[in-house]
């Protein structure tokens, strides 16, 4: 098993910066898969970026293609989302999420296919 984390949200400005951080216990976090997802109160929590238990392979939702960068330190049993060029649009709860993949090299793109999730850190984008 494996909890999680989340820190780094906050108010700020569009066109600003954010980085959020999610921590990991366990000594098996490079066998899991990650992601972000978010949700904005009364809609569906929605995909954002996942990454590979190695960080070899990443994917985007692309409504943050090119803005976003999501990135792991195995050694720090971290996962980063580094957002830029934030928009009003991007506020939401966002939500640190793992799965279990071994060595697989997989990465998840559902809300559904995550086992484990943190309790989730406000980004407030102002417009």
């Known amino acids: 098993q494996v909890q999680l984390v989340e820190s780094g949200g906050g108010l700020v400005q569009a066109g600003g910066s954010l980085r959020l951080s999610c921590a990991a216990s366990g000594r098996t976090f490079s066998r899991y898969a990650m992601g972000w997802l978010r949700q904005v109160p009364g809609k569906e929590r929605e995909f954002v970026a996942a990454i590979s238990w190695s960080g070899g392979s990443t994917v985007y939702a692309d409504s943050v293609k090119g803005r976003f960068t999501i990135s792991r330190d195995n050694a720090k049993n971290t996962v980063y989302l580094q957002m830029n060029s934030l928009k009003h649009e991007d506020t939401a709860v966002y939500y640190c999420?793992?799965?279990?993949?071994?060595?697989?090299?997989?990465?998840?793109?559902?809300?559904?296919?995550?086992?484990?999730w943190g309790q989730g850190t406000q980004v407030t984008v102002s417009s």
């Open positions: 999420a793992a799965e279990y993949t071994g060595y697989s090299g997989r990465y998840y793109i559902t809300v559904g296919e995550y086992d484990y």
